[in-house]
T-cell receptor, first 115, second 117 residues
Framework: DAKTTQPNSMESNEEEPVHLPCNHS???????IHWYRQLPSQGPEYVIH???SNVNNRMASLAIAEDRKSSTLILHRATLRDAAVYYC????????????????FGKGTHLIIQP | GAVVSQHPSWVICKSGTSVKIECRSL??????MFWYRQFPKQSLMLMAT?????????EQGVEKDKFLINHASLTLSTLTVTSAHPEDSSFYIC?????????????FGPGTRLTVT
């Protein structure tokens, strides 16, 4: 899987929007962009994923650059419960529609929410 | 969303003994499950891929004879840490996916914290 680069940590205030960046300059045309988060002492939780178009769900929005070399996870109104490590992961669908492998986690971004 | 459970949530065992951890997909079937390990202040590392009805696939550096994986059914995979030692103390997390392909998200269990004394 292609590599992603994220800031080690970010800090935001409660009830404000948060923009978490991810760079993936070597992304291939069949790579999906997935975001997961891990709250302290818990297993990771799926947040959102996309391929080319921006995506919205009840948890967050995913903005994908036109050249797909970067993306931004947007939490519209952060709460204290959003404090977690956020991981940006590329998943290669490939010609065989694979993605049969497990996920490769980088270091992620440690998001700190101030009350 | 889909739910994956793990049991036990934590376990303390003595050095030299074996420990079994269960991973269940509660509301979907999973032909493939994954086992990860996470040491303190580190990221998750994939240990092995558990395949229903066939042998598990282990990542490089993971001893298959030490970490026994059995995918007994479409909703259950077990990880047995044999002859555990203090260096095996870690947070073990499983995941499952309701379908094949990169468009499917993975659902993770809550993790099992193993402490070997």
């Amino acid at each position: 899987d292609a590599k992603t680069t994220q800031p080690n940590s970010m800090e935001s205030n409660e009830e404000e929007p948060v923009h978490l960046p991810c760079n993936h300059s070597t992304i291939s045309g069949t790579d999906y962009i997935h975001w997961y988060r891990q709250l302290p002492s818990q297993g990771p939780e799926y947040v959102i994923h996309g391929l080319t178009s921006n995506v919205n769900n009840r948890m967050a929005s995913l903005a994908i650059a036109e050249d797909r070399k970067s993306s931004t996870l947007i939490l519209h109104r952060a709460t204290l419960r959003d404090a977690a490590v956020y991981y940006c992961i590329l998943r290669d669908a490939g010609e065989s529609g694979g993605g049969a492998d497990g996920l490769t986690f980088g270091k992620g971004t440690h998001l700190i929410i101030q009350p | 969303g889909a739910v994956v459970s793990q049991h036990p949530s934590w376990v303390i065992c003595k050095s030299g003994t074996s420990v079994k951890i269960e991973c269940r997909s509660l509301d979907f079937q999973a032909t493939t499950m994954f086992w990860y390990r996470q040491f303190p202040k580190q990221s998750l590392m994939l240990m092995a891929t558990s395949n229903e009805g066939s042998k598990a696939t282990y990542e490089q550096g993971v001893e298959k004879d030490k970490f026994l994986i059995n995918h007994a059914s479409l909703t259950l995979s077990t990880l047995t840490v044999t002859s555990a030692h203090p260096e095996d103390s870690s947070f073990y997390i499983c995941s499952a996916r309701p379908g094949q392909g990169a468009t499917y998200e993975q659902y993770f269990g809550p993790g099992t914290r193993l402490t070997v004394t």
